[in-house]
């Protein structure tokens, strides 16, 4: 089901865009995925059961970290297998593997600003793909922070940018600790998306 658009054919120009964005490493990729294959795309996610998962830091249904269906891990190797080698060159970091859940945002539902980066999971980039909604949600954005350290130690944040979870765009990001990063609370309709990290 995926393939690489237009857009990345001129990988020197995503690799400039990658290194001169602000406030962290990223790409915004809009009209990822043919149309004619997002209703098979959210066919496959319907399949996945799905929890309620809730903490301090966040709140919104999520399908298991390993996927429980034969079709969304086919769904995740395609995407790694065609993803991986453009982002080594682009990002100029090596990923191989990558890991896919499928998220529901509902009303009430956030994720608390956070970084991916954790010692010894060997994240490198992390992924958000949105998928179409019945119900278009409003709110939901995904909000990156400019952080400014003092001794090493992240010593105020700011909002730097709100990206729309929009339809068929999808959003890479570096991994570290500093990309500060939040979904701010939807507020009306559902947000999907399929979302995880490229790996070492």
């Known amino acids: 089901m995926w393939r690489l658009g237009r857009s990345w054919d001129l990988e020197h120009v995503l690799a400039e865009t990658w290194f001169a964005s602000r406030p962290f490493s990223h790409l915004v990729i809009d009209d990822f995925a043919p149309n004619e294959v997002l209703a098979d795309l959210l066919a496959v996610v319907d399949e996945e059961p799905v929890d309620r998962r809730e903490s301090d830091l966040f709140a919104f249904d999520a399908t298991a970290p390993e996927p429980t269906t034969s079709e969304l891990r086919a769904l995740r190797d395609q995407f790694a297998a065609t993803l991986a080698p453009a982002l080594t060159r682009i990002t100029g970091k090596l990923v191989t593997r990558v890991d ?101």
């Open 100 to 200: 896919m859940r499928a998220y529901a945002y509902r009303p009430g539902h956030y994720l608390l600003p956070h970084s991916d980066h954790q010692d010894g999971l060997h994240r490198v980039l992390a992924y958000a793909y949105y998928l179409p909604s019945p119900e278009p949600p409003v709110g939901g954005e995904l909000e990156l922070f400019r952080c400014r350290l003092e001794n090493g130690a992240i010593a105020a944040t700011d909002c730097a940018q709100l990206i729309e979870p929009r339809a068929n765009r999808l959003v890479v990001f570096d991994v570290s600790d500093v990309s500060l990063h939040q979904v701010r609370e939807v507020t009306a309709g559902l947000r999907i998306s399929l979302a995880g990290w490229f790996h070492a």
